[in-house]
């Protein structure tokens, strides 16, 4: 069952005009976050998650998430606040500064992400977006082609679902905005401690095989998969 998607007109503006694109390979070096070293697992979707294409009305608890819920068990997240997809000088920036950006672009209508909820609290985050509008990711950049490139689930509710039923949401909600196709980029095969660092959060090559995703391309521990839309 897939989670119930509230949809917002909300007008959404290319990033790549301000900001400049970095090669893939450089955001292996770029990535400072410290990931606990537990396999991240696919589940079935839940039926009991509302999944809402982030909206100004939300920017307070979204805020609230980041802040002090997302990265609880891992404070070297911290600082990101999703904004690594979208800032070339990333590396360069405050967690003040990153922050300062989310806040703006929820307040503006113009940020890409879904946000999950249960029990009437934000339990996780999906960065799901155009690939026109990212930076960083691997292979052609195509108008009509949807990345999802990030997975945040808060701490208590991670292996019960959530990330699989935020991925059938974003899939409908590029569908939505008119999107092709959809890819995202698995790490594959064995995992050493040193690759967690920018692993985990892209999610499972395995539940994107299951929510039918194929291999398109492999690259040096790293797959682009798609789905056609």
């Known amino acids: 069952m897939s989670a119930s998607v509230t949809t917002f ?11 400049g694109r970095v090669p893939w390979p450089m955001v292996q070096m770029r990535t400072h976050r410290v990931w606990n070293t537990r396999t991240v697992k696919e589940a079935p979707p839940r039926p009991d998650v509302t999944v ?11 805020l609230h998430y980041f802040d002090l819920v997302a990265y609880a068990d891992n404070p070297n997240w911290s600082r990101c606040y999703c904004i690594e997809r979208l800032a070339a000088d990333y590396n360069e920036r405050t967690k003040e500064q990153n922050r300062a950006l989310r806040s703006e672009l929820i307040h503006s209508a113009k940020a890409n992400g ?4 249960r029990l009437g609290r934000v339990v996780g985050w999906c960065h799901a977006a155009p690939k026109t509008e990212v930076l960083n990711v691997p292979g052609e950049v195509t108008p009509g082609v949807g990345a999802i490139v990030c997975f945040v689930v808060a701490p208590d509710q991670r292996n019960q679902g959530i ?10 909600h590029l569908r939505k905005r008119g999107m092709r196709s959809v890819e ?22 395995s539940m994107y095989v299951k929510a039918g995703f194929q291999i398109v391309e492999q690259l040096d521990g790293q797959a682009i998969v798609r789905r056609e839309l």
């Not at 879904?114 to 909820?117: D, I």
């Not at 990330?163 to 409908?172: C, G, K, M, P, S």
Request: glycine share 4%.
């Open 9 to 19: 007109a909300s007008s959404s503006t290319a990033m790549n005009s301000s900001i």
């Open 114 to 117: 879904l946000v999950a909820y």
């Open 163 to 172: 990330a699989t039923t935020l991925l059938d949401a974003a899939i409908e």
């Open 184 to 205: 995202a980029y698995p790490v594959i095969g064995e995992i050493p401690p040193s690759r967690w660092v920018f692993a985990n959060y892209l999610g499972p090559l």
């Open 52 to 62: 809402r294409p982030v909206s100004p009305d939300q920017h307070d608890a979204v």
